[in-house]
């Protein structure tokens, strides 16, 4: 696709630079004397329904709208609920959903989306045009129709996590201490000590069965889900079918002999016939699997931000119970490097049909305000700080997390105030699931937006568990401990969209991934070996047979221009680097 010349670098920094921070202050009065209610077509969202509690009440105090969250990963709708309401000419007035691909410049197209160029002007997210017009530049159409998540003003080359990677082995640390903290030297040694794990609390708190793994099938796409999270942890994410490592080393189909998507589904099936799978798996949701969690019914976590943020209450934690990192030798983990241009998985927009579209720009430079990126962000942990007052306060010396925050961003079931919305904090969190600026992202002030990462609040995280965790892995964090160990490797922020793809690639895909998956979950569940074998020698005839050498020769194109994309980001980020000291800014 075409480049709009008027978008150069040098433009896009003097409007970056030239910018007014100016936005709604939170104590301002609403301006809006309507009600609304907005339907928000959200790709990310694990609830659907209407946002409830205290998110919900400073939404209707700022904006007088309510959001009625529509989630395809919930409904089942998938792609069909998607087309559907694409066909109908109103995909929903607020709008989060992915850029690849050509989605996005089909919703253009097709005249879903609304032009925001003209409503942003002097708008406090036009701090962040670099990445907007990056994302805008792909569409033909001249304009702004969406704008990018996790942006951030740092180097690509730099993590984007706080004190935790987004993935990892994370397990209840307290049972793997009873055991003496065994070697483990690959992800294969996770099985056996897990086994002993789950023989030394073999129910929950409740007094269910207890299993090291519990899976959900809510997120799956290309393949498993649960199957590709792992291979997170040896360096390799995905891109389409296939395994690409950060550092552009090395790309994996994940069919082949020797993938790591096939070495951990066999994993797996070892697991299973371990007894160590939860047979629920195959039919619950993400909002199921969560509450085994809470429960202490699950005993392997592959991200922080499920397990610590289930179990890890400030009552087990002072008693040494709860998920940690665990080691493991030969591990080398994915990060994702801080993206100046933006993630373009996740993008937000507003219908071309929303009942008032100017509102609904307010409310989207709201989210990217110091205010908006603080409450929309704030969950059970490893996250934003929530509202100021409520849950954090500012002193002398820097924020501090008020003591009702202490109780909330730690605990699940906590009352909120009357004045704030009521109702339990975990419910009225928000529903969006969208992080407008990446976690290693600072205020205007210089402190992280991540409140792990305050100096007040890593001093009141000491418990318990995390002493003993800090004490046998000699590292205050896990990012510590990674980057000492040198098992960390990021790849380069960058928004790269691929071109989009055609109409007989898209069926291939469909028809791929559909057996790819559904193989893939009863391969884990296989009875015996055999079993397992002729499950994947199906897997691969079918495949074959609907042109699966085409749709992978076209995501192995694509991720390699992924890994050259990830060079020039790094060139462009230097340019701007240097003009800006040149401007002395």
């Not at 007088?64 to 989630?71: C, G, K, Q, R, Y």
């Not at 090395?250 to 939860?278: P, V």
């Not at 307010?362 to 849950?391: K, M, R």
């Amino acid at each position: 696709m075409r480049r709009k010349s008027a978008k150069k670098l040098l433009y896009v920094l003097a409007v970056m630079l030239a910018a007014t921070l100016i936005g709604c202050g939170s104590k301002e009065e609403c301006p809006y004397e309507e009600f609304i209610v907005v339907d928000v077509f959200d790709n990310q969202a694990n609830y659907q329904g209407i946002q409830s509690g205290w998110f919900a009440k400073i939404v209707k105090e700022k904006f007088n709208m309510e959001l009625n969250i529509i989630a395809p990963n919930v409904s089942g709708g998938g792609d069909t609920l998607y087309e559907m309401r694409s066909a109908a000419g109103n995909l929903g007035d607020l709008i989060l959903c992915g850029a690849s691909q050509g989605e996005l410049q089909d919703l253009v197209d097709a005249g879903l989306l609304y032009n925001m160029e003209s409503s942003l002007q002097g708008k406090e997210i036009l701090k962040y045009s670099y990445a907007i017009n990056h994302l805008n530049d792909t569409i033909e159409q001249n304009g702004i129709y969406a704008i990018p998540s996790e942006v951030s003003v740092q180097s690509p080359l730099e993590p984007s996590e706080g004190t935790e990677t987004v993935y990892g082995p994370y397990i209840r640390w307290d049972l793997y201490a009873k055991l003496g903290y065994p070697k483990m030297e690959t992800i294969e040694d996770l099985l056996p000590v897990l086994a002993k794990m789950q023989e030394l609390e073999p129910v929950s708190e409740t007094g269910e069965k207890t299993y090291a793994f519990s899976f959900f099938s809510d997120w799956d796409n290309n393949m498993m889900n649960f199957l590709k999270q792992p291979c997170c942890l040896y360096g390799y994410d995905e891109y389409g079918f296939v395994l690409s490592k950060a550092d552009g080393s090395d790309y994996q189909d994940i069919l082949q002999e020797d993938s790591l998507y096939l070495r951990i589904c066999h994993m797996m099936f070892e697991a299973n016939q371990m007894g160590l799978i939860d047979p629920a798996s195959r039919t619950q949701n993400y909002d199921a699997c969560f509450s085994k969690y809470q429960d202490g019914a699950v005993l392997f976590s592959p991200w922080p931000w499920l397990g610590q943020s289930a179990y890890n209450t400030a009552e087990r934690t002072a008693q040494g119970k709860g998920f940690m990192f665990a080691p493991i030798d030969d591990l080398l983990v994915y990060s994702h490097g801080c993206n100046p241009e933006g993630n373009l998985q996740n993008v937000i927009a507003i219908g071309s049909q929303a009942e008032d579209p100017e509102r609904l720009v307010d409310f989207i430079n709201w989210l990217y305000s110091a205010e908006g990126i603080s409450v929309n962000g704030a969950q059970l942990s490893g996250s934003t700080a929530g509202p100021e007052g409520l849950t954090w306060e500012m002193r002398e010396d820097g924020p501090y997390l008020t003591e009702f925050g202490q109780k909330a961003l730690f605990q699940s079931d906590v009352e909120v105030p009357e004045e704030w919305g009521g109702g339990i904090w975990e419910f009225g969190t928000s529903a969006l699931n969208f992080k407008p600026v990446a976690q290693c992202e600072k205020d205007e002030n210089g402190y992280y937006y991540c409140f792990d990462l305050w100096d007040s609040v890593r001093e009141l995280a000491n418990t318990a568990l995390t002493e003993d965790w800090q004490e046998v892995m000699q590292a205050e964090t896990t990012i510590e401990y990674l980057q000492k160990h040198n098992q960390i490797i990021v790849a380069t922020g960058c928004g790269y969209i691929a071109p989009e793809e055609s109409t007989e690639l898209s069926s291939i895909r469909n028809q791929c991934s559909r057996v790819i998956k559904e193989n893939s979950w009863n391969m884990v569940f296989a009875e015996d070996e055999e079993e397992y074998q002729a499950l994947l020698q199906d897997m691969r005839d079918k495949v074959d047979s609907y042109g699966y050498d085409k749709i992978l020769a076209y995501d192995m194109e694509n991720a390699k221009g992924q890994s050259e994309a990830r060079k020039q980001a790094v060139a462009n980020y230097e340019s701007l680097t240097r003009i800006q000291q040149a401007s002395g800014n």
